[in-house]
């Protein structure tokens, strides 16, 4: 009877085990960055141990992550040639080191004009290995009140929508104003994950964030991960946090709302499949001509 019991006790674990090997945990990492290079990416570190230690697989970094300076200027300064420079050495060896997929929300990588750079988002395999680029492609812009951005100034935009294949499933890469704009996504394809790290400002962030990012999931239906800075920066900006991870169905499965910390959730592909089979709208989409009269 013991050795029957071990038995059916062994098979259950079994059957546990093949029943839960698809699930995969992330997390997205929020941070509220200063002018010190060094110094945000010893922060990252730690972040990033935290999740690991939660068996997380992949990680995705907030916007900026590695440098929120005094001035738009400050990024430029401190901008990187692809494929060489402290921060994406950073991703390389953190990456290989945990075997995880790092996402480095993004970084200033230099452009054709010497006084402004690319916003940058990196994929890391477990190996290291850059294995993706994405360059934001939506630059913000905002007058309202005291508040004003212009990242034209200084950034470079992209034009290229960027999808990479990895042991997750298909993940659509966007930085934070992208948002705003769902033909982007729509663009993608069918994607598995999207992620936006993101540096949303708290006027902003307070009125449009958490409706933006759970309206991107449910429109897809994808996970979204949505990495955030949040907080108060010596520059004197205020970032909204909110970091977050969103299911297919909207659902927020966590959250933080301010400071440095983890967000953590389990994506599952049987369940994420078994809802686009429920409501196969991503089938059903269809562009109406236009008739001009």
Request: aromatic fraction near 6%; charged fraction near 20%; proline fraction near 5%.
């Amino acid at each position: 009877m013991a050795i029957t019991s071990r038995l059916k006790t062994t098979k259950a674990k079994i059957s546990k085990d093949n029943a839960n090997k698809d699930i995969i945990k992330m997390a997205a990492i929020q941070m509220a960055s200063g002018p010190n290079v060094s110094a945000n990416l010893s922060e990252a570190e730690r972040l990033i141990e935290i999740a690991v230690n939660q068996g997380a697989k992949l990680i995705v970094l907030p916007e900026y992550f590695a440098i929120m300076g005094l001035k738009d200027t400050d990024k430029v300064i401190v901008s990187e040639i692809e494929g060489h420079g402290q921060i994406q050495d950073f991703l390389s060896s953190i990456a290989k080191k945990h075997k995880i997929w790092l996402i480095g929300g993004s970084i200033p990588l230099r452009c054709s004009s010497p006084k402004k750079v690319r916003n940058s988002c990196l994929v890391f395999d477990d190996k290291g290995k850059q294995v993706a680029r994405y360059d934001k492609i939506h630059l913000f812009g905002l007058d309202l009140g005291n508040e004003h951005y212009h990242e034209e100034t200084t950034i470079e935009p992209g034009n290229t929508i960027k999808v990479v294949d990895t042991p997750f499933g298909k993940i659509g890469l966007s930085i934070c104003y992208d948002l705003r704009f769902p033909e982007l996504y729509r663009a993608m394809g069918e994607v598995n994950i999207i992620v936006v790290p993101s540096a949303f400002t708290d006027t902003t962030g307070k009125a449009h964030w958490e409706s933006l990012i759970r309206a991107r999931a449910i429109e897809n239906l994808s996970y979204v991960i949505a990495p955030a800075q949040g907080g108060y920066h010596i520059s004197g900006r205020e970032t909204h946090g909110n970091s977050m991870i969103v299911d297919p169905w909207g659902v927020i499965l966590d959250r933080l709302p301010r400071g440095s910390g983890v967000v953590m959730a389990t994506m599952n592909p049987k369940y994420q499949t078994s809802l686009r089979n429920s409501l196969p709208a991503l089938q059903h989409r269809t562009i109406p001509v236009v008739n001009p009269k």
